[in-house]
């Protein structure tokens, strides 16, 4: 983070609850992703959301964390992160857990919905490629990606992978309001990032590493800032770089399905 890891927040969950972004996050960037699409992406997305359980393709982003506790989806636990170790710079194919990591998942979801499209590997790409532009994503094992990184929130225990989950997008909960402040972070600076999306492994692992560059940052924030005091600057500047972000997050989940499901006939 900018000078801490510092918020005002009104209510906080224990340690361990949150693994990845907020519903309202996962929302608001494929809300904002659905609206880029051309005519043919947006009628696949849509035909495959009617087979889901949900409503939205918005919704539906969420709806992987909702199920990854259940019998049958546990082994999707480790597709929402990708640890490295401490000492690394960057991310490499080979820190992938032979079990999976959010990296093959993308790949095997983004192959999947190439091949033989089905309303799973939808929910799970548009979820990943949000999950992946979190930096504590892209952490570390010895702590849990930040889960066992304790602060002291308002007098109160939090961590560090909370707090960047849930806090400091500062979403309101309401679809249309939450993509219009994605609108505005995507407005406020020139792209971070060209968008050169393939789909492909090469792809999720240039995101990967700008998350890291960041988890890196945050790290040598929370060894530096021992006192863990709140300050409300320091909430604005991160969350104006995670908004953004945000933002680039759905332009590419956008550019992703565009071409996934170019040319494919209206339904």
Same mark, same amino acid.
């Given at each position: 983070?900018?000078?801490?890891?510092?918020?005002?927040? #009104?209510?906080?969950? +224990?340690?361990? &609850? !949150?693994? =990845? @972004?907020?519903?309202?996050?996962?929302?608001?960037?494929?809300?904002?992703?659905?609206?880029?699409l051309e005519p043919a992406a947006r009628s696949?997305?849509?035909?495959?959301?009617?087979?889901?359980?949900?409503?939205?393709?918005?919704?539906?982003?969420?709806?992987?964390?909702?199920?990854?506790?259940?019998?049958?989806?546990?082994?999707?636990?480790?597709?929402?992160?990708?640890?490295?170790?401490?000492?690394?710079?960057?991310?490499?194919?080979?820190?992938?857990?032979?079990?999976?990591?959010?990296?093959?998942?993308?790949?095997?979801?983004?192959?999947? #919905?190439?091949?033989? +499209?089905?309303? &799973? !590997?939808? =929910? @799970?790409?548009?979820?990943l490629v949000a999950d992946l532009h979190q930096?504590?994503?892209?952490?570390?094992?010895?702590?849990?990606?930040?889960?066992?990184?304790?602060?002291?929130?308002?007098?109160?225990?939090?961590?560090?992978?909370?707090?960047?989950?849930?806090?400091?997008?500062?979403?309101?909960?309401?679809?249309?309001?939450?993509?219009?402040?994605?609108?505005?972070?995507?407005?406020?600076?020139?792209?971070?990032?060209?968008?050169?999306?393939?789909?492909?492994?090469?792809?999720?692992?240039?995101?990967?590493?700008?998350?890291?560059?960041?988890?890196?940052?945050?790290?040598?924030?929370?060894? !530096?800032?021992?006192?863990?005091?709140?300050?409300?600057?320091?909430?604005?500047?991160?969350?104006?770089?995670?908004?953004?972000?945000?933002?680039?997050?759905?332009?590419?989940?956008?550019?992703?399905?565009?071409?996934?499901?170019?040319?494919?006939?209206?339904?």
């Amino acid at each position: 983070m900018s000078k801490g890891w510092i918020w005002l927040v #009104l209510c906080l969950l +224990p340690f361990g &609850q !949150a693994q =990845a @972004f907020s519903k309202a996050a996962h929302e608001a960037i494929c809300e904002r992703a659905f609206q880029q699409l051309e005519p043919a992406a947006r009628s696949t997305v849509k035909a495959l959301v009617k087979q889901s359980p949900k409503r939205l393709f918005a919704q539906l982003c969420a709806w992987p964390d909702q199920v990854r506790d259940q019998k049958a989806y546990k082994h999707t636990k480790r597709w929402h992160y990708v640890n490295v170790p401490r000492r690394a710079t960057s991310v490499e194919p080979e820190h992938c857990h032979r079990r999976g990591c959010i990296l093959s998942a993308l790949t095997e979801m983004t192959d999947q #919905l190439t091949t033989q +499209p089905d309303w &799973q !590997a939808l =929910a @799970f790409v548009g979820h990943l490629v949000a999950d992946l532009h979190q930096p504590v994503h892209v952490s570390y094992a010895d702590d849990r990606g930040g889960n066992r990184a304790p602060v002291i929130v308002d007098g109160e225990k939090s961590n560090l992978h909370v707090l960047w989950d849930r806090y400091v997008p500062g979403l309101t909960g309401n679809l249309r309001r939450d993509r219009q402040l994605l609108d505005q972070a995507a407005d406020s600076v020139k792209r971070m990032t060209a968008l050169d999306v393939s789909g492909q492994s090469d792809d999720f692992l240039i995101w990967s590493n700008e998350s890291l560059e960041k988890t890196r940052s945050i790290y040598q924030s929370y060894r !530096a800032n021992k006192s863990k005091r709140i300050d409300e600057a320091d909430l604005l500047d991160d969350q104006r770089w995670l908004r953004q972000r945000m933002a680039l997050a759905s332009d590419r989940l956008a550019a992703l399905l565009n071409r996934v499901f170019a040319g494919t006939p209206e339904r």
